[in-house]
């Protein structure tokens, strides 16, 4: 297993500090796993960690860092809509999946100390799990953060520095940070190893229904939950477990959503758009920088890009909340396309919608 190139093709070794290649481009992994079978699943294992005969792990460093993540109920909402309930996580939000593996691989590697840009969620779930395996971080965020994530962030004893400007321009901060000290960058965007995360969370939908819905909601800001299901898929149609793809309905903010309208115009890298004030904080990204990786993915399977729209958003939240879902703005804007999407495509049955973050992360 190495990193290769996602621009040129070169090869490296997982245990490089480098955060991308030489050239610029991201990294990937050159991982197959065995095909995809529930005889593979370890059910003795309750976290994400019993799906690791299909994960691209090096070692058992994740033992002593996992926090029970994953295995999330999938409940009943309507007729026509479930929930799969990833903000029941150690730290509230989805983003623990791709944190546990990222982390262990950290800690079987010997890196003591990194940095990570955030506009919350990810942060806390490094912090978290940095905490866990014993590593240092220093964690970015954006003026204007949910104070609680913050406050989150900050508890697990990470530092949070907070940044003015847009969450592009954090990001920006952070990596020449990461340029400057050398420091390793245990990104969410960045480092394919959070991938094998999050692809875990189609193998639990797939063991817990013993199929997989016919529609698919996914959020895509940065895209980290997107391309684990896409990889998760890839794996599905190549064992023969599915023999055609679930519709993935993916949705971008109204004010901020260059992959819509790059996917719109046939592009093969994000739109450049004017970014405007969202609160749905969680996908506010204008310049996503694995969006060659998504929009590929969009195409080869059919996903429909679908806006969330601003004024919609909290009145989606709160008919949620009166059914017992309390959740975050940006899991509310799931809910919100779901209901944009039937005005435009008439009723959409058997759809899994998923609920990322908690309600109390932002309140403000």
């Not at 996602?6 to 500090?17: D, I, L, N, P, Q």
């Not at 060659?292 to 958003?313: C, P, T």
């Amino acid at each position: 297993m190495e990193f290769v190139c996602t621009a040129c093709g070169k090869h490296e070794s997982v245990t490089t500090r480098k955060a991308k290649c030489d050239c610029g481009g991201l990294w990937k992994l050159d991982f197959k796993p065995p095909k995809f079978s529930l005889d593979g699943i370890d059910r003795s294992e309750w976290s994400i960690f019993r799906y690791r005969k299909f994960m691209a792990l090096t070692d058992d460093s994740w033992r002593d860092v996992t926090l029970g993540e994953g295995m999330t109920p999938i409940v009943p909402f309507d007729e026509n809509v479930s929930l799969k309930m990833d903000y029941f996580m150690p730290t509230l939000s989805f983003k623990d999946r791709g944190a546990a593996v990222l982390m262990a691989h950290c800690r079987s590697i010997g890196v003591k100390s990194v940095v990570q840009d955030s506009s919350g969620n990810a942060g806390n779930s490094v912090a978290a799990y940095g905490a866990r395996a014993g590593i240092a971080c220093e964690v970015f965020v954006k003026d204007g953060t949910s104070p609680k994530k913050i406050d989150l962030i900050r508890a697990h004893g990470a530092v949070c520095t907070i940044v003015p400007g847009s969450r592009d321009h954090c990001a920006d901060v952070c990596r020449e940070k990461v340029e400057r000290d050398g420091v390793y960058y245990a990104s969410h965007v960045y480092n394919p190893f959070f991938y094998e995360g999050t692809k875990t969370y189609l193998y639990e939908v797939y063991e817990q229904l013993g199929r997989l819905p016919e529609h698919l909601v996914i959020p895509v800001g940065n895209g980290t939950l997107f391309l684990g299901v896409m990889h998760a898929l890839d794996e599905f149609l190549d064992a023969g477990v599915i023999d055609r793809a679930p519709q993935v309905i993916a949705l971008q903010s109204q004010t901020c959503d260059p992959l819509l309208q790059a996917a719109e115009q046939g592009l093969d890298t994000y739109a450049q758009i004017e970014v405007k004030p969202t609160i749905a904080e969680g996908i506010a990204i204008g310049k996503p920088m694995r969006s060659g990786e998504i929009l590929a993915y969009a195409y080869k399977y059919g996903v429909r890009f679908i806006h969330a729209q601003e004024d919609e958003i909290l009145p989606a939240r709160d008919a949620l909340a009166k059914k017992g879902i309390y959740c975050e703005h940006t899991t509310a804007a799931n809910y919100a396309a779901y209901l944009n999407y039937c005005r435009k495509y008439g009723t959409t049955k058997d759809c899994l919608i998923t609920m990322c973050g908690a309600g109390l992360k932002s309140d403000h």
